[in-house]
């Protein structure tokens, strides 16, 4: 066959497709471990539940001039970490896995770490948001080139999940005059 043509063998999928119905979307083309991928997802998820809940109490507790500010970015950014959480649990459960909502473990899979300080100390907030979103843009990075083309779709997601990270990352960069 050259390069310029194309051709499947339809068939054949539809009887693979029709012999494996218990595995859902998972065919016999994914090129990953799934339960690799689960497990690195599910680290995914603590990792946005983390930054949901550092950025919540951060917004509700920041106090001082500019607070307003602040506070009404820090809610719209926990609006997006909730939102990236439960895109990454209905993948972790398109592929046959539970997400793991698990709080006792949550900070111990998260990359990066949940921490808060006075309520006065805007900066503080900001420079710690800020690191997060380094650590996330970094760790992110290296997952989608490490799912590549063996799992599209989850790549996608962490992909478009990454482009958001990056925004907040750029916004808190702004905030705080840097």
């Given amino acids: 066959m050259s390069e310029s043509s194309f051709s499947i063998d339809v068939e054949a999928i539809r009887e693979r497709a029709r012999s494996k119905m218990d595995a859902g979307p998972v ?14 997802l599910n680290d995914v998820l603590a990792t ?25 970015g820090f809610h719209e950014h926990g609006k997006e970490e909730r939102h ?11 592929l046959g896995g539970d997400p793991d909502f698990d709080p006792e473990t949550l ?14 100390d805007l900066t503080a907030m900001l ?14 990075q290296d997952i989608i080139r490490w799912l590549g083309y063996a799992d599209p779709t989850s790549r996608r997601i962490m992909e478009s999940i ?11 960069t702004d905030l705080l005059g840097i």
């Fill in 127 to 140: 420079k710690e948001n800020l690191f997060a979103e380094r650590i996330v843009i970094q760790s992110y």
């Fill in 107 to 120: 900070t111990r899979r998260s990359h990066t770490p949940y921490t808060t300080y006075a309520d006065t």
């Fill in 84 to 94: 990236h959480a439960m895109r990454i649990a209905e993948r972790i459960s398109q």
């Fill in 162 to 172: 990454l482009a958001e990270e990056e925004d907040h990352a750029d916004d808190l």
């Fill in 48 to 72: 946005e539940l983390v930054c949901w809940m550092r950025y919540t109490q951060n917004a509700i507790a920041c106090s001082g001039i500019d607070s307003a500010q602040v506070a009404e």
């Fill in 27 to 40: 065919t016999s083309t994914y090129g990953r471990d799934v339960g690799k991928v689960i497990e690195v």
